[in-house]
């Protein structure tokens, strides 16, 4: 998790990241393969390749609240009133490929729809919420790409809160 400081790859050179989400409370963002929040930014350099790969947590989980935080691969997230998260470089092409969890037990909620086991989710996993800034992009002439791969819709049946998309970009400062 990057919450509130930088990784950063100076010049020439790659970054890669690779991470997976361990057993989590529904709360908190221990569950998510990668997690740029608050502020956070991952910086890649003027040439090379950043590559981040996240894995959402595949256990149960045993959420009894209602969020949306649930499972995701990568999540770029600010709330209202904080500086943008970020994943960007300066020229170096940028890839984020994130793989929802396979979980099938955990708990949706009633009162959001949320995007549980999601493969990319840049802004907030609830429909609407908050307006910080959240942002994948490159800078000079490096490319970008974004692949997210769905996990396991969760077993709860109720209205439309359980939706395990590639890539969800959601709230309107996420690019």
């Known amino acids: 998790m990057v919450k509130g400081a930088t ?23 221990l569950n ?6 608050e502020s956070g930014q991952i910086l890649g350099g003027t040439t090379g390749t950043m590559s981040i790969t996240g894995y959402g947590y595949n256990g149960g989980l045993g959420c009894t609240t209602d969020n949306g935080v649930q499972g ?5 997230w600010s709330s209202s009133g904080t500086p943008n998260s970020v994943i ?9 490929t994130g793989y929802g969890a396979n979980n099938t037990n ?18 907030q996993g609830v429909y609407g919420a908050g307006t910080a800034g959240r942002i994948i992009t490159s800078g000079g002439s490096g490319t970008v790409s974004v692949t997210g791969y769905g996990g396991t819709l ?10 395990p998309v590639g890539v969800w970009i959601n709230g309107p400062n996420a690019t």
């Open 72 to 76: 995701q691969g990568v999540l770029v």
């Open 106 to 123: 955990a708990t949706i909620p009633t009162t959001n729809a949320c995007m549980i086991n999601a493969g990319v989710v840049v802004g």
């Open 32 to 37: 998510k393969g990668v997690a740029v929040i």
């Open 88 to 96: 960007s470089s300066i020229g170096a092409n940028v890839s984020v």
């Open 7 to 29: 990784i950063r790859t100076l010049g020439n050179g790659s970054t890669t990241i690779v991470a997976r989400g361990g057993i989590g409370a529904c709360v908190t963002y």
């Open 154 to 163: 969760v077993s709860q049946a109720t209205a439309s809160s359980h939706y």
